[in-house]
């Protein structure tokens, strides 16, 4: 019970203690950044400095799955950085960051990665991990991709179906790195919008003459990412790779989420604070800055009744975790595109407000429980990234990442108060219930009712291993029972008709069945490394029932 230091012992009293599971009063005991106690009439050592948190909730600090910080973007970069930016977190409740290393094409993914790292390890004011980019294939980078799960805490990549020409990836090449990611244990995430319908129609809005915010919109309606979500499971199902659909925009997409998991695959889909907060009628706002403001992609729905219907499935659990796509730009940023929409950098605020939007929209009305709101907000996210328990939850052994809650008080969300750096606020007006009133980061109190006590670089990178069990036990067991198998039966020997002066030799079919059948144990676990992930000891036929896909149903 002892060993710590009485500075850094602290007790946090008489609140009620709010995990996913359950709800409960009692007290916290935390001893340098680890939490020792939990429960009611605890055994204290002398010295620990008491915090008072009766009559308010005692959460797992907020996990935001999915930000930008200082990213170099559409010809600028972020305004808002490492700093402002988890800084503004910690004021809104969140107490962990999963941003995204992001290089262009070519750009080897192990030098990205440490160029990332360089950015955000002196900036940073709570604790991150990185997921990567992945926006070229080849061989080196399969090998990268590898080395950055054994070696450097990624067990996560994004690939991206839009932005042509700059991140934007091609089928096979998604099918490479959906079986790659399979292999090493990683789980991939897509952008899902398809980048050439996109290029197409913004060159026709153009053409009409549509040079504004609205023309973002309108060349991307709702089946150009719907089409994308479906076509993303369909190549990752085919390979048994386990997919999490990042900001899911759309009723029709996160549909296809909640189908495609009733059928059994393993995919995960990502509402952020935007689409679940505001919607895309802002497009067509008479202020060029409030309508370019709203800009990113996939774009924010014009249909008002979204973000209700993507909050219930949230609440349902069809939807998995939130972040926030926090890539913030000030006016004469956004500005660039002002005379052609394509040039507006794409990107939104939420990750100071992700919890108090959620609160307000989800609990406020009824639609989830604080229960709920924790496995939304922190939990699900620690699980499904590999980094649960020790963050997500409170519990003996976990980091004390901690937000004390006041589910009664409110504040009314504007850009003239918020702690990020950018100028502009996608909820501004919005009144909140759901207040932070005390953060604290592995033990210590970071923010307290409006005043920081933090300083840049206190943060820590939190690395992660690969296959993540929640989400990978399904999978390595979907391997063994779902893996096509051959119809065996007697070789043809009747004739093959002549095709030109050569009969057709069955080359193709004896290549084909000269396979390596190479395995290793990754992570405690046995895991195939043969090339042709899926079917590595047979060639297909139809099996019984006649399908060959992973669909459990
Ligand atoms: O508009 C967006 N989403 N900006 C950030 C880059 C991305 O696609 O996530
Ligand atoms: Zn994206
Ligand atoms: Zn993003």
């Known amino acids: 019970m002892s060993g710590g ?45 008491v915090y008072d948190a009766s009559g ?63 950015w955000a390890d002196p900036k940073v004011c709570c604790d991150y991990s990185f997921h990567v980019g992945v926006t070229w294939w080849s061989e080196q980078v399969k090998q990268e991709m590898e080395t950055l799960t054994r070696e450097h805490g990624v067990n996560s990549f994004k690939v991206f179906m839009a932005y042509k020409d700059v991140f934007m990836l091609r089928d096979c090449d998604l099918y490479e790195v959906f079986q790659n990611c399979r292999n090493i244990g990683g789980l991939a995430q897509s952008h899902c919008e398809n980048g050439d319908v996109i290029a197409h129609e913004s060159k026709r809005m153009l053409n009409l003459g549509i040079t504004g915010p609205e023309g973002h919109s309108l060349c991307r309606p709702e089946d150009v990412e719907t089409e994308s979500v479906q076509r993303a499971i369909m190549i990752a199902n085919r390979v048994n790779c386990p997919l999490y659909v990042v900001h899911v925009m759309s009723k029709s997409s996160a549909d296809v989420i909640s189908k495609s998991r009733k059928e059994g695959k393993i995919v995960f889909g990502e509402p952020i604070a935007a689409c679940l907060g505001t919607d895309g009628t802002n497009h067509w706002h008479k202020c060029w800055r409030h ?6 992609g996939p774009p924010l729905r014009e249909d008002p009744t979204t973000p209700g219907y993507l909050m219930g499935l949230l609440a349902n659990g069809d939807l998995e975790c939130t972040g926030t796509d926090n890539c913030t730009f000030n006016a004469n940023q956004k500005a660039l595109g002002k005379d052609d929409f394509t040039r507006i950098p794409n990107g939104v605020n939420g990750v100071e407000d992700r919890m108090s939007v959620i609160w307000e929209k989800g609990v406020a009305t009824g639609k989830m429980d604080e229960n709920r709101f924790v496995a939304a907000t922190s ?11 020790r963050k997500g939850v409170i519990a003996v052994g976990s980091d004390a990442d901690i937000v004390v809650w006041d589910p009664e008080a409110t504040r009314t969300i504007s850009a003239k108060t918020h702690h990020q750096a950018v100028d502009f606020n996608i909820f501004e007006g919005m009144v909140c219930h759901g207040v932070t009133v005390c953060t604290i980061s592995r033990g210590k109190i970071v923010y307290e009712e409006g005043r920081f006590n ?70 405690g676990m046995h895991v195939n490394l043969d090339k042709d992930a899926v079917h590595t000891t047979t060639r297909v036929s139809v099996p019984p029932g006649g399908k060959s896909s992973f669909t459990l149903y």
């Not at 850094?8 to 009620?16: A, D, E, I, T």
């Not at 996913?20 to 106690?37: L, M, P, R, T, W």
């Open 5 to 49: 230091s009485s500075q850094s012992r602290l007790l946090v009293k008489g609140g009620k203690i709010v995990n996913a599971d359950q709800s409960f009063v009692g007290d916290v005991y935390i001893e340098d950044g680890i939490i020792k106690q939990v429960g009611k009439d605890l055994a204290i050592p002398g010295g620990a400095r």
């Open 56 to 118: 308010k909730l005692v959460m797992p600090g907020g996990i935001d799955t999915h930000t930008h910080m200082q990213l170099p973007f559409m010809g600028t970069q972020a305004i808002d950085d490492f700093y402002t930016g988890t800084k503004a977190a910690l004021a809104g409740g969140t107490t962990m960051i999963l941003d995204f290393v992001l290089d262009q094409k070519n750009v080897s993914l192990i030098e990205a990665y440490h160029k990332w790292r360089g």
């Open 454 to 523: 933090v300083a840049a670089g206190d943060g820590k990178f939190i690395p992660r291993k690969p296959f993540s069990p929640y989400v990978y036990n399904k999978i390595l067991k979907r391997k063994e029972t779902f893996d096509p198998v051959k119809v065996e039966r007697e070789p043809y020997t009747g004739p093959v008709v002549v095709i030109g002066d050569k009969p057709q030799a069955n080359e193709d079919t004896k290549a084909r069945n000269l396979h390596h059948n190479t395995s290793i144990g990754v992570g």
């Open 379 to 389: 939990t699900n996210a620690a699980k499904v990234f590999n980094l649960y328990p």
């Open 291 to 296: 309508a370019a403001g709203h800009v990113m």
